[in-house]
């Protein structure tokens, strides 16, 4: 059992299962309207819906989501054949009642400009998607889902067993959510929170009290298929359905290897995440604009990320960058080797030198292979050269294709191509 750090009112007792005690403040239990009571303290700690579900299977959403898997639509992600996920009752023994809260994230388009000296171009900047620019959610929602816990306590005035969830247990949150009566399952997959949009987070205080269940949502898509159509990688197979394997989401986050190279160009600047179904959606667009959790708004170093840095990050480097943000999901390669893709897709070469130091030293293959997929997209004579010299004689064979590859592209044939500025980036 462990001890959460000192509070101004005495903190839940976490067991190492995840599960936590909540002791009522005041012992009067008298509350008429428990869910009155409980969206109300919701919306204090911040969170812009609060809906309560039984704890009980959900067999509809088990039959979807194995046959996701099955399609193999579910990738490498081993998580997502791990419990039942479709079952919250193994969560928390003596369960009743699961409560599904949504969490607004900034969308404020706010890429804040990377500091330049006067007269200097334009830096190369990738972008971070928004539910990632700000504090690591994941903390966020948590401690005011066990500050819910707290409420519901002295609400109900007895010791209550609770678990909260937040991407952190075998659960399927959208489907609790859509349950709960937060939102709707939108084309898009997210779940949508009506007159708020798709840009929230989503978390669960599973509970042993028995509360009344909230209403569900009616689905609003209606014809619309805005989000289907602008996917950049075609990520969605129908309505509903969608192909992680093509996702960039997960491509620059999830999956640690090569890229495939027709997905590259099609991810653009982007190195953590993407936004394009969201942004299009309009729900988002006629959302009330409201402010976004404080501890959710961006993050000055996040809103606009320099791609030459982030190629050349080390391990600290990287410790540094991705603290306190849910950046963390990604390694040290998986971002240096998205860089490089973004570098690749600016076509400047301006981040040859980079590209080449990338291509020759950087200790992943990953990323040296995709150092030589961007020299090979840039072109002229400076990366050609790093390709013959570094790319041809790399110790790894993938890396060595790479190169070949990328030597033997149009790009590089191009009469007269961009030739790197000397010094360095
Ligand atoms: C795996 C995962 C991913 C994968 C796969 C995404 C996916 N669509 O499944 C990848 C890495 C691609 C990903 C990307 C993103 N993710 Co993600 N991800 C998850 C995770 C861990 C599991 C999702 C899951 O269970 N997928 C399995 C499939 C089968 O579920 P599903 O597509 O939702 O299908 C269900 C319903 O749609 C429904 N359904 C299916 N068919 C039909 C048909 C009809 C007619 C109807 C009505 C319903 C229906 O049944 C299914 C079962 O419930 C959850 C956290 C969690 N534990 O739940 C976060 C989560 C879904 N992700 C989240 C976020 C923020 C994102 C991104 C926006 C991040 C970004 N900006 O880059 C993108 C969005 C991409 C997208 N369009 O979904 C949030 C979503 C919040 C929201 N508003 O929905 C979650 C809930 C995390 C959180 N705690 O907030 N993610
Ligand atoms: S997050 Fe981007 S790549 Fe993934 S489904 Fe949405 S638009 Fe497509
Ligand atoms: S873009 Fe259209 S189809 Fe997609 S989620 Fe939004 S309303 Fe639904």
Redesign the pocket.
Known sequence: MARRKPSPTPAPAEHSSGITRHEPAAMDGSAQDLPGALARRARELGFCRLGITPLEP?PS?EE??TA?LDAGH?AD?AY?RQGR??DPRALLPGGRSLLSV?LAYSVRDEPVPLRRAAGDAAPLTGSV???ARGAD?HRVLKDKLLALGDELATLVGRAVLARAC??TAP?????AAARAGVGF?AK?????VPGVG?N????ELLVDVALPASSAVE?GCGSCRACLDACPTGAFVS????D?RR????LT??HEGAIPHDLRPAIGTRVF???V??DVCPHNASATPRPAALELQTRPELGSVDLLTLLAHGAGDHRRFVRRSALRRAKRATLARNAAVALGNLRDARAVPALTRALAGDRSAVVRAHAAWALGRIGGGAAREALCQAGAGDPSAEVRAEAERALATAELDRAGGPEAPAGPA
């Not at 659960?171 to 489907?175: F, G, S």
């Not at 309505?239 to 969608?242: F, I, K, P, Q, T």
């Not at 996702?247 to 997960?250: A, L």
């Open positions: 959900w959403a979807r989501l996701w579910g992600l997502m996920r479709a949504a998607a928004r539910y959610y937040v991407d659960l399927l949150e959208r489907e399952h898009s997959t997210l779940l949508l798709t929230v987070l989503l978390g689905p309505a509903h359905r969608l992680a996702c960039i989401s997960y986050i999830e995440g993407c936004d179904c969201q």
